[in-house]
């Protein structure tokens, strides 16, 4: 028997047993199409999250307070206030450092004419735009002699523009921020959310006016460092460890009381976390492919019993063993295939909607469907061979005489 002879006889068998044979699939069409819109949707994350990342800024090195400890208990990272305009003043004059931005943070309440909006406060220098890859949509962002003479000027995000003015032009409009007057010079470009932070949704002041007149504080919550180029990467984190250990007057032995966070760092952290719940979540729907596939083993073991006397007259006319083994094996793997090619297309679907309709970076490539494909055929092969064997070792005259 040829082996189109044995596909065109697996098509007939199946669409003799429509219901039983689209049931059987049922569990290879959910095990592939879960996988192929989880792994879109992992790739699609990730992908999006690198962009975010990307964005923070250019070749971006991040400064923040170490952590205190009490009583050989740490208080976690930032419990420490060691940063101070002074070290950011420091950095600025090293060669292998192309941007400064120090930064603040608070919240604040914001009043234009009867409108009362609360967002977050951002306190920094006037090479924010530059460090953190910000754009000034409409507008203009605040110079450096604006920052050292303390000047009430704010920038603001999208997101205060739109709940606040409500449609009016908010640049040259004086607002109440905790009760002191601001102009409004500009409006960022929209970023978007990043996490549980919405970029939009922020006020952006020079620091020396946050820290003088709305926090009261002396230390920096961070300093945000452009590096020169990507290949002084790490030569301005080196900069940065001895510029600061320097001016915070830290012995040899002692531990440094800050922490340096590269770009290259936070993107290489968040992708190990999104490839981690991807392959969880994929592992899991592979689960549907081995239920599918008990399940095609199943239904060919049934159509064995039932086609047993087809084998027996098979056999006495002249089919040997492996003709049996061969046509019941191309059954299985024929109903794992199409299995596989609708679990396809509906995870290809189920992907697309969800970019639609559920706001989802998907990202769809070619090698996780071929890999659904070649496992729905392993599939096929491994849960038939045994209902197979059982039929090529039928023997004629048993097979003949079964009722």
């Not at 049922?26 to 192929?36: E, F």
């Not at 964005?55 to 740490?74: C, E, F, K």
């Not at 909006?117 to 605040?142: C, H, I, K, W």
């Not at 440094?256 to 719940?277: C, E, G, P, W, Y």
């Amino acid at each position: 028997m040829s082996f189109l002879e044995c596909v065109r006889i697996s098509f007939r068998s199946i669409r003799a047993n429509g219901l039983r044979s689209v049931l059987t699939m049922l569990g290879i069409i959910i095990g592939v199409a879960a996988v192929i819109a989880m792994v879109a949707i992992g790739e699609g994350t990730s992908t999006s999250v690198a962009s975010q990342i990307n964005g923070l800024g250019s070749n971006l090195l991040i400064v923040t307070p170490g952590q205190a400890t009490q009583g050989r208990v740490s208080l976690g990272a930032g419990s420490l206030n060691t940063l101070t305009m002074a070290d950011a003043e420091i950095l600025t004059q090293k060669e292998s450092i192309s941007g400064v931005a120090p930064s603040v943070n608070a919240r604040g309440q914001i009043v234009w004419g009867s409108n009362n909006y609360s967002s977050m406060l951002e306190g920094t220098s006037a090479d924010f735009p530059q460090v953190r890859n910000v754009e000034v949509g409409q507008g203009r962002f605040f110079s450096n002699f604006e920052v050292k003479m303390q000047y009430n000027v704010a920038v603001v995000g999208t997101e205060v523009v739109s709940n606040l003015f409500k449609g009016a032009n908010p640049v040259g409009q004086t607002v109440q921020i905790n009760r002191i007057p601001f102009t409004i010079i500009g409006v960022l470009q929209s970023q978007g959310s990043s996490g549980m932070t919405n970029n939009d949704d922020r006020i952006i002041i020079p620091i020396t006016t946050a820290m003088n007149r709305l926090t009261g504080g002396k230390n920096v919550g961070s300093i945000y460092v452009s590096a020169a180029s990507s290949d002084l990467m790490e030569k301005a984190q080196q900069d940065i460890q001895q510029a600061l250990r320097a001016n915070h007057k830290l012995r040899p032995q002692a531990a440094d009381d800050f922490r340096i966070t590269s770009q290259s760092d936070i993107l290489s952290t968040a992708q190990s976390v999104s490839s981690s719940m991807t392959a969880l979540l994929s592992g899991i729907a592979a689960i549907s492919l081995i239920v599918g596939g008990i399940g095609v083993m199943n239904i060919m073991l049934v159509s064995v019993t039932e086609r047993t006397r087809e084998i027996g007259i098979r056999k006495a006319i002249g089919a040997k063993r492996g003709d049996i083994l061969r046509q019941f094996l191309i059954e299985a793997v024929t109903l794992s295939l199409i299995g596989g090619v609708i679990g396809i297309a509906l995870g290809v679907g189920a992907a697309f909607l969800v970019s639609k309709l559920g706001q989802m970076a998907t990202s769809i490539s070619l090698s996780p469907i071929m890999y659904a494909f070649l496992t729905s055929t392993l599939v096929g092969v491994i849960f038939g061979v045994y209902p197979a064997r059982k039929a090529a070792q039928l023997k004629p005259i048993d097979a003949l005489r079964y009722e």
